[in-house]
């Protein structure tokens, strides 16, 4: 009968466990967010991104949340130009870079499981590696010095029409030793080669492809159900994934590097992203002190205007709110995410026409987190930190 009551007192003990690390963080919202309020800007977002539509060319989808809330979303134009399939926010994109901040994750993960420590040397995990001196945080914060695998792959991957793997590339680099940009940890330099070496380290110490982990640690527990990683079954799902495009909306192929991931290489949409976005205020992936380091900055070279910190930018906004995001450019597609914790928003764009039309992003900031009258900044301070204005 003990052991009974025991077992019993450990299965409760364990499921109080997992409703904590469920349990969201919460944010306090100002009296001025009403339900007309949030209709309000609803209206004013709506009328923006139908004006880059109509006047810039935009194609894509897109999704804005504050505090918790959804405020828009919307899809404007094609998933494909010549078939002239609706996009809409249930459509795949390619995220490019914004790929990174999910090798972060699956990196912190093995990391508080006591699976890997993040100073130790990219050789324990990878004996093929060729240089020393290198090590998993200098991968994640862009550090390492390692050259370019898209650029020196061009030169040693004999057929370019043979899919390259990140086992490959690994094997390039062990047999040709590419050269360094730089020793180590001297400075910054934005390395996709860092994020396709930590995929292989997550394939290394789970024991599984680096595909399988992300499915099943991280979009399926999400309930992301549509979201997944390039394979050459993609065009399987014909309709369901918008295609890339040139500027000038010319169909774009993938090709031989599409099959190397970590740097890129996740689909996603943007309802999918609004769950990894809210996912993220909760301790169900990692703990919350275990997260806050990814939104460290790590820049030690006198650059103020942003920092990066484990597969996420660091940038001030007008505002004065500290936000993380991520941008991707990649064959067709240019993608952008960004998460203000101060009010609990995110605005989330994806396109597949790089036509520069998502540099409207700027403006969209300073429409979202306008800078606070100077008497205001000087005299009152929300709780986070950042002067109160209007719109939060």
């Known amino acids: 009968m003990s052991s009974c009551r025991e077992a019993g007192k450990e299965e409760q003990h364990g499921a109080n466990k997992d409703e904590s690390r469920l349990e969201k963080q919460q944010v306090q919202v100002p009296a001025w967010f009403t339900p007309d309020s949030a209709r309000e800007l609803s209206l004013q977002l709506d009328s923006m991104f139908r004006k880059l539509y109509r006047r810039n060319g935009f194609n894509g989808t897109v999704l804005v949340t504050k505090y918790d809330k959804v405020l828009y979303k919307g899809a404007f134009g094609y998933t494909d130009f010549k078939e002239k399939d609706t996009l809409t926010t249930s459509t795949a994109f390619q995220l490019a870079s914004v790929s990174k901040q999910f090798t972060a994750m699956a990196i912190m993960m093995l990391q508080e499981q006591g ?24 991968l994640l914060t862009h550090r390492s010095g390692l050259g370019n695998y898209t650029y020196f792959s061009d030169e040693l991957w004999p057929d370019r029409s043979k899919p390259i793997t990140n086992r490959d590339v690994l094997q390039l680099m062990a047999t040709h030793q590419p050269p360094v940009y730089f020793p180590p940890n001297t400075r910054f330099d934005y390395s996709n080669t860092g ?3 930590l995929a292989t380290i997550v394939s290394r110490v789970s024991g599984m492809p680096f595909a399988t982990f992300l499915q099943q640690r991280i979009f399926k527990p999400l309930h992301m159900t549509q979201t997944f990683t390039y394979s050459k079954n993609l065009a399987t799902l014909t309709g369901k994934i918008a295609t890339g495009h040139t500027g000038g909306r010319r169909k774009r192929s993938p090709d031989y590097l599409d099959t190397v991931l970590g740097d890129k290489g996740i689909y996603s949409t943007v309802e999918d992203l609004y769950k990894w ?9 990692v703990k919350h002190e275990t997260l806050q380091e990814a939104f460290t900055g790590s820049r030690t070279e006198k650059r103020k205007d942003e920092d990066y910190g484990f597969g996420w930018r660091i940038v001030e906004l007008a505002s004065g709110d500290t936000a993380v995001y991520h941008g991707g450019l990649w064959h067709g597609y240019a993608t952008y995410l960004l998460r203000n914790p101060a009010d609990h928003s995110a605005i989330i764009v994806l ?5 520069g039309s998502i540099g409207f992003l700027k403006e969209l900031k300073k429409f979202l987190y306008p800078a606070a009258p100077a008497n205001v900044a000087e005299g009152r301070k929300t709780k986070s930190g950042a002067a109160a204005n209007p719109r939060g």
């Open 115 to 138: 699976k890997l420590q993040y100073d130790d040397s990219v050789q324990q995990y990878l004996p093929e590696f060729p240089y020393k001196g290198v090590t998993i945080r200098q």
């Open 277 to 285: 976005d809210q996912a993220l205020y909760t301790q169900q992936l």
């Open 351 to 355: 396109s597949n026409v790089p036509n």
């Open 195 to 197: 994020y396709m070496l």
